[in-house]
């Protein structure tokens, strides 16, 4: 069966560290995926897209890493901030026009 | 721009009535979509449009759910009857097919329903 896995349980990490999330996929072979954040009671906000063709992606504190092969692609938040807990959802692009949403991982950031 | 729109920002009813959730995309985006989410199933599309026609409902879970795009600032999701399974957050959200070509997409701030 089609799935997009994210690290289920809470990642909790102390101020300054990085933050790595995890988003893993099977049976799909996604041109794009993309990275969103959730905040409680709001609608996911996107973040940042990256290519099949792409390696890796770049926004100021943000890193995403797309491995095709693995089927896999990790998020990265460095120097995290406490303003930088939420949920983070990652999104298969399958098509022109429907994402593919994973499940999400709730990031605490504690000072 | 305001972003994208939806009323109400919730909802509570009794199984069996009917329910409506409202949406205005944002202006000039011809793509539209219906999301549900819950804690078990995560965010799920249910529907889109393009230029305000239906392309795929297929994740419209049965026929007690419709969606209509009258034009291209408004939308509306339909529940009719309810039942408590349906409780969840409705998100919409917008696109525009021009840009950077990432599709992404703008979310509304949902509306959580709850069916009793």
């Known amino acids: 069966s089609q799935k997009i896995e994210q690290n289920s349980e809470a990642l909790n990490i102390q101020e300054g560290k990085t933050a790595t999330l995890t988003c893993n996929y099977t049976n799909y072979s996604p041109a794009y995926l993309q990275w969103y954040r959730q905040d409680p009671g709001r609608g996911p906000v996107f973040l940042l897209l990256i290519r099949e063709n792409e390696k890796e992606k770049r926004k100021e504190r943000l890193k995403v890493t797309f491995d095709t092969t693995l089927k896999q692609s990790l998020f990265h938040i460095t120097a995290s901030q406490p303003a930088d807990s939420a949920t983070y959802l990652c999104?298969?692009?399958?098509?022109?026009?429907?994402?593919?949403f994973g499940t999400g991982t709730r990031l605490q950031v504690f000072p | 721009d305001a972003g994208v729109i939806q009323s109400p920002r919730h909802e509570v009813t009794e199984m069996g009535q009917e329910v409506t959730l409202r949406c205005k995309p944002i202006s000039g985006h011809d793509y539209l979509f219906w999301y549900r989410q819950t804690m078990m199933r995560g965010l799920e599309l249910l529907i889109y449009?393009?230029?305000?026609?239906?392309?795929?409902d297929s994740g419209m879970p049965e026929d007690r759910f419709s969606a209509k795009m009258p034009n291209a600032s408004f939308s509306t999701l339909k529940i009719q009857p309810s039942e408590p399974r349906d409780s969840a957050v409705y998100f919409c959200?917008?696109?525009?097919?021009?840009?950077?070509?990432?599709?992404?997409?703008?979310f509304g701030p949902g509306t959580r329903l709850t069916v009793t």
């Open positions: 959200a917008s696109r525009s097919r021009l840009g950077t070509g990432g599709y992404e997409q703008y």
């Open positions: 999104a298969l692009v399958i098509s022109t026009d429907k994402l593919i």
């Open positions: 449009f393009n230029n305000n026609v239906p392309i795929d």
